[in-house]
């Protein structure tokens, strides 16, 4: 069954120090979408793309970070300047129609630590 | 943002008894909503959806139920089963690109 992943699966940084975060969704899928879970609270949506540019951000996803689809398979988020309270799970996911009802696939997610 | 709402943090239901989940939303223009489970170090799956045109859909041991009079739908599992403990999230699509996700309810399942 297609699934969407995600690497590295754990990743520890030292605050101000630049993460990428790296997704491959489902091969056919049109719009990718970034999530985060910090630890104990609700499942938070950043940011959605589609056609090559962001059709939807968040409040959160402020000038610290950004999206890229470099290739046709990867599609990433930077945060250029990470902050402790930037340490939570992201997770990416993808659609693959142009209907709303749409499940939305996500990958297992990367757990990021900021110290 | 809490335009869905999942009061209950946690449920403890015994193996093979019904285990119903509960979800409120506020905005009225959701036609559409997912339930999503779980695992601890996993992402979401998908488990169960509803259009608002139903009133249940059901899909082997799982049925969910909306009433959009009271803006509330629940999702049921019967029988409980261990393998079912994880978080159950609610969602509904906010507009034509992201999901609004509930609280989560934990639910755990012991034999």
């Known amino acids: 069954e297609p699934e969407v992943t995600q690497t590295p699966s754990h990743q520890v940084t030292q605050m101000g120090q630049e993460v990428i975060l790296r997704c491959v969704p489902i091969?056919?899928?049109?719009?990718f979408y970034w999530y985060r879970q910090i630890l104990g609270q609700k499942v938070e949506f950043l940011v959605s793309f589609y056609n090559n540019e962001i059709s939807e951000k968040s409040e959160i996803f402020d000038d610290q970070f950004s999206v890229e689809r470099p290739d046709g398979s990867n599609f990433t988020l930077k945060i250029r300047s990470t902050k402790l309270e930037d340490s939570a799970m992201y997770f990416c996911?993808?659609?693959?129609?142009?209907?709303?009802?749409?499940?939305?696939?996500f990958g297992q997610g990367t757990r990021l630590t900021v110290v | 943002d809490q335009q869905v709402k999942q009061n209950s943090p946690s449920l403890s239901v015994q193996e093979g008894r019904i285990s119903i989940l509960n979800c409120d939303y506020t905005?009225?223009?959701?036609?559409?909503f997912l339930w999503y489970k779980k695992y601890p170090a996993e992402g979401p799956t998908f488990l169960i959806s509803i259009s608002s045109i139903k009133d249940k859909n059901e899909d082997g041991r799982f049925t969910v139920f909306l009433n959009k009079s009271a803006k509330h739908l629940s999702l049921h599992i019967v029988p409980s089963q261990p393998g079912d403990s994880a978080v159950y999230f609610c969602a509904a699509p906010g507009g034509y690109n992201k999901l609004i996700f509930g609280a989560g309810t934990r639910l755990a399942v012991h034999p």
């Open positions: 996911a993808s659609t693959g129609g142009t209907s709303e009802n749409t499940e939305a696939f």
């Open positions: 905005n009225s223009m959701f036609d559409y």
């Open positions: 091969s056919n899928h049109l719009y």
